[in-house]
Every structure is written in C-alpha cells, then in structure tokens.
C-alpha cells in the first residue's frame, strides 16, 4: 500500500525505534509539522545524498524511516522544538518538489523488524549502548530502552555512533537485520581493537 507523505531531508540517519531532536525554523516545515500535528500523519525521515537542509529541496536516498511527532514545544530562543519517533522504514516510490521546495513523495512501507533475542556474542553491544546513552540528554534518555533485544541495539548504535552517514544509510537499506547486526559486530570489534 501507497502512503503520501512530506519528506524530511537531513544530514542524518534515523531508525525505527530511534528519537530525534529538530529545531524547525523554515517555513516549509513550520508547515508541514503543523499538518502533521493536526491530521496526525507521519514524516518521513530521509539522508541528504546531494544538497543541504536549508534551502531549495535536496536529493535524497530512496529508503527512509516512518515517524511521528512524540512531542512538541516553544524553545526559549522562539524556536519550534519537536522530538520525531521512528515507526518503520519505507522507500520512495516517487517524489515532487512544491512551490515551497517541500518534498512530498509517494512511499511503500517495507517489512517490519521483530524483537531477537540478545545472545552471548552480542552483550558488548547492549553494554557499549547503555554506556553512550547514560552521557546523553532526553529524548534520548527518557525513551523507552531494549536492551534485551539485539535488532533495538544494533539501530541504536547505528545512529549514535559516529560512523560515516553513507555507512549508516547502507545499514538502514539492509533487509536481514542479522547482516547488519554482524556487520556492525565486526565494525566494532575493530575499533576497539585497532
């Protein structure tokens, strides 16, 4: 099935599960966070492949992640602050730019992950994961965790590691989450070591 949706190009990678913090300054997405409010419909979160956040309409990797706004607020500095929440990922079927350089694009859901089971190998990870979000602020620390389960891990990982975007987007394009989990395994391992 088919969704419309407004894009939301950024120099990030998001995954289903995830939180994530934006200020909105730009009256495209002053707009579309308002629609999204109102009618309670999803964004979608895309990779900047060519261009920038500001400005006219970037271009962008076709596979995304689904969300929702969890919550809202005025910021002291008078600007918009709204916490986006991973849903599932999609991939853009087609895409038109507005008048107002705003994205809207026809996408498909792709296949829901379910929960795995950490095993042995994989508790350096949960550990590793419970150690970068205890440095960090809410929404992060506030969301609700899964350490026990090695697919929430291994997304989360991914995005708050400072891993190069283009590699953090190949993992998002991953259909067999145990090739990602595997893949960041040894990604790890060998910077941990070397």
């Known amino acids: 099935m088919l969704l419309s949706i407004p894009l939301f190009p950024l120099k990030t990678v998001m995954f ?5 913090p934006l200020r909105i300054f730009e009256p495209r997405y002053l707009d579309m966070v308002c629609e999204c409010l109102r009618s309670d419909s999803e964004i979608g979160v895309v990779l900047i492949k060519e261009g920038s956040e500001t400005g006219e309409a970037a271009e962008t990797h076709p596979v995304g992640t689904l969300c929702t706004i969890s919550y809202w607020n005025r910021r002291t500095d008078g ?5 986006l929440r991973g849903n599932r990922r999609f991939q ?3 895409s038109e ?15 829901e992950t379910h929960p795995i089971d950490i095993q042995q190998k994989y508790q350096g990870m949960a550990s590793l994961l419970r150690k970068i979000i205890s440095q960090l602020e809410p929404p992060y620390t506030t969301m609700p965790t899964h350490y ?10 991914v995005e708050l590691l400072p891993l190069p975007l283009d590699y953090k987007q190949q993992l998002l394009e991953v259909d067999d989450i145990f090739s990602r989990i595997e893949e ?3 990604q790890i391992q060998q910077s941990t070591v070397g």
């Open 184 to 186: 960041l395994y040894l």
């Open 79 to 83: 600007l918009l602050g709204i916490t």
């Open 148 to 157: 026990d389960d090695l697919e929430w891990v291994s997304a989360r990982l």
């Open 92 to 94: 853009t079927i087609s």
């Open 16 to 20: 289903p599960g995830g939180v994530l």
């Open 97 to 111: 730019v507005k008048s107002n350089q705003l994205i809207m694009a026809e996408v498909e859901a792709l296949t």
